[in-house]
């Protein structure tokens, strides 16, 4: 196992493979460049004034003016994640005029840092080759775009995981010294922050234990003392990972019930009320896409040549699969976890490009030319993708739906002021009128209301708050059957001022 681990690479460029300054310098340049190709392809379309995700942007843009407004999260804001997602945009946010704009900001500029953590993965698995390949697969990856573009817990998390793979292939590299010890300790302070990011995350605990796993067999001959240099740098990542943890909840400690409560119960109690469907058809059909048949071919070509880095990639892949496959209810946009990990074993797939046309004949260059159709394959499809999304989230922008949205958000600016709350299940029209709900109503889902996490006596107490001026029906989900009493208890207290229709109205306090 040692003699194969540490001949891993021996039939691929290593990432100490020596290069000329000029050639340095000409692949720091192309990845600046796309880097800033990377931001502008976020920028383009980025303010658009509607939900990405038709609800669950309203309702973690709502939490960044619950927090704005000086509410803790938890208690009294509800919230259903892990903190650092949002914690990680709200200075973006604050910074650049908590708007919408401001909000996805921190998105798309936490995603670069995805990009620069590909890059550096490539970098690691085949060289310079698989760095710049490994770039525009991520770059071009619709999924992840609209990860980076959309107010979700997706885009920072997967960042942050691809940031902690790509620091455990580097420290696996070079576990000693001063420089193991820096990637180990960046391994897990990027791991520990794409964990409080989403819970998603914990697929990535499987490459970098594996990577664990393999280092402590590669060093259990060792002397004493050469076992402690080389294993020095895991204790420094546990550390760091610790305290990084620590440092995290602090805020929180008072406050660990109602933690517990939003990021753990709550998705437990979803499970059991969502009707379940199976997601086997749905991530068969993900992995048969372009993608992950060049991240099929990569692993194959990677095993094929004794490469056993691969493993903790695959690895990383089957987890991902398996949350994918036990999430309920699961959306599009929860497999965008996925694409770094098939994004990699792509990048197994390369090798060393032949400086003859002799040497193309030889079985290791049509190895490589493989990987390399099915990359260009996959680079036009998802350019073609991310063209669709960008010309439907044009005409989105401009349909009459969103029109309606904003002329109700300009109806609930008139009739409340700025002061004062709205309870609604619309929040994202709230947020664009300037109105905040209750830090309690961040989220009013469905699946909120159906688990009895938010009830009609709830909603009652807080509708009584002196505060609260106006109640928004909108997306229908303050129409559940659940509510009846609270909807009965409205016109007590509430005037209906205008009916949109299909029992979206907007009611206002009587004076």
Not at 27 to 44: K, N, P, Q, S
Not at 78 to 85: G, I, N, T
Not at 180 to 205: E, N, P, R
Request: hydrophobic letters at 50%; glycine letters at 8%.
């Amino acid at each position: 196992m040692n003699t194969v681990l540490s001949n891993a690479t021996s039939t691929d460029e290593h990432p100490s493979t020596s290069m000329t300054r000029k050639g340095v310098l000409l692949i720091v340049g192309a990845l600046l460049a796309l880097l800033i190709i990377g931001l502008l392809m976020r920028l383009y379309t980025l303010g658009v004034p509607f939900d990405r995700d038709s609800y669950d942007e309203g309702v973690y843009w709502q939490t960044l003016r619950s927090l704005a407004a000086g509410s803790a999260l938890y208690h009294p804001t509800f919230y259903s994640q892990p903190p650092m997602f949002i914690l990680s945009i709200f200075p973006t946010y604050l910074l650049f005029g908590q708007t919408l704009w401001a909000a996805r900001l921190g998105i798309a500029l936490i995603s670069l840092l995805g990009l620069v953590g590909i890059f550096l993965l490539g970098y690691t698995l085949r060289g310079w080759l698989g760095s710049i390949v490994a770039l525009l697969l991520l770059l071009l990856a619709p999924l992840y775009l609209s990860a980076s573009q959309t107010i979700q817990a997706e885009g920072p998390q997967v960042a942050f995981s691809i940031l902690a793979v790509a620091f455990a292939y580097l420290w696996w590299h070079n576990p000693s010294g001063r420089r193991g010890d820096v990637y180990a300790g960046l391994c897990t302070l990027t791991l520990t922050l794409s964990i409080f990011s989403k819970l998603f995350a914990l697929a990535t605990l499987v490459p970098i234990l594996l990577l664990a796993v393999a280092h402590l067999w590669r060093i259990r001959q060792q002397t004493a003392s050469d076992r402690w240099r080389d294993s020095r740098s895991l204790l420094v990542g546990v550390a760091v990972m610790i305290i990084a943890m620590l440092l995290i909840m602090l805020p929180y400690l008072g406050h660990l019930g109602d933690f517990w409560s939003g990021v753990i119960s709550f998705h437990t109690a979803a499970s059991k009320v969502t009707g379940h469907i199976s997601n086997t058809g749905r991530v068969v059909r993900f992995f048969i896409a372009p993608l992950g048949i060049a991240a099929l071919y990569g692993s194959i070509v990677a095993l094929v040549r004794r490469d056993w880095r691969v493993v903790p990639l695959l690895g990383w892949a089957l987890a991902c699969a398996i949350l994918l496959w036990q999430q309920e209810p699961l959306f599009d946009h929860h497999f965008v976890i996925v694409i770094p990990a098939l994004v990699a074993l792509t990048c197994m797939g390369l090798g060393p490009l032949p400086l003859n046309s002799q040497r193309w004949r030889q079985l290791p260059a049509l190895l490589t030319a493989g990987s390399l159709l099915l990359v260009l394959i996959t680079l036009g499809v998802g350019a073609r993708g991310i063209q669709v999304n960008y010309r439907n989230w044009q005409a989105q922008a401009a349909s009459g739906g969103t029109q309606g949205s904003l002329r109700t958000a300009h109806d609930l600016q008139q009739a409340i002021a700025p002061d004062q709350l709205v309870i609604t299940d619309g929040q994202f029209v709230a947020a664009l009128a300037g109105r905040n709900t209750p830090p309690e109503l961040v989220d009013t889902s469905s699946v909120r209301i159906n688990t009895d996490y938010l009830t009609s006596s709830q909603l009652i107490q807080l509708a009584s708050q002196p505060r609260v001026h106006a109640i928004l029906f909108y997306t229908g989900r303050l129409t559940n059957s659940k509510l009846k009493p609270f909807r009965d208890w409205i016109p007590t207290r509430f005037r209906e001022i205008h009916s949109y229709g299909k029992n979206s109205s907007l009611w206002v306090k009587i004076q």
